[in-house]
């Protein structure tokens, strides 16, 4: 799946924010929050203008 997927390529190449993001996405999905404000933590450091990560990474802190 989606997870599997994306651990794969993070495995090759750490700096790919898209796999990250879409970790982060699989993980919110499942109520997996630190997994999720990791795996978006790092989109936004590799990306600091992507605002979809910004935005689910402040949902997921309201939850901690």
Known sequence: ?????????IALNNRVEG??????VVYYRQQRVEEAINE?????????ENQ???ALLADLKTRE
């Open 19 to 24: 796999f990250h993001y879409i970790l982060g």
């Open 52 to 54: 979809e990560a910004q």
């Open 1 to 9: 799946g989606a997870e599997e997927d994306c651990l794969r390529g």
């Open 40 to 48: 978006l933590e790092m989109v936004v450091k590799l990306n600091p």
